[in-house]
């Protein structure tokens, strides 16, 4: 039998400091990164680089936790959609353009097309689908899982 159980000194590891309650999330201001301009988006799109105006938006995506700077998130996914709903780019275009794409760049692709099924469109569904079947047969479930597991959204 121990002969001091009312003592609490044997405890080295504050255990409350992982009580659900008191859990935070990471407060980080975040701006729309620079490079990102709709007039440079449409430029590339009016000549008929979408490979390179979808590259410009998932590289400078701004990422954040949810409701930290949706402004610039939205403005960002409206610029996403814009290209990835383009008339203009057929099945076999997809194919072209995400094999462009290393595995990071998939990964926000992957987030972008995730947020475009949260508010759809006439049409856009469909199209989504598309790029969703295409990222998954090159990035595979890790890319799903990833996206789905992370705390930062686009």
Known sequence: MAKNTLSSEFRQLDVDQYNEDNFREEDGEVTLP?????????????KGEEPEALRLLLQNAPSAN?????????LALSLVLKVLLSKSIGKAKMDDIIS???????DVLMKYIYRGFESP????????????????????????VRVLSDRKRV
């Open 34 to 46: 620079a490079g990102v301009d709709e007039e440079t988006v449409i430029n590339h799109l009016n």
């Open 66 to 74: 949810k409701g930290c700077n949706e402004q610039a998130k939205d």
């Open 100 to 106: 462009q794409l290393d595995q990071s760049l998939l």
């Open 121 to 144: 469109s006439e049409g856009s569904s469909a199209t989504l689908l598309q790029w969703h079947e295409k990222v998954f047969n090159v990035a595979g479930i890790g890319c799903i």
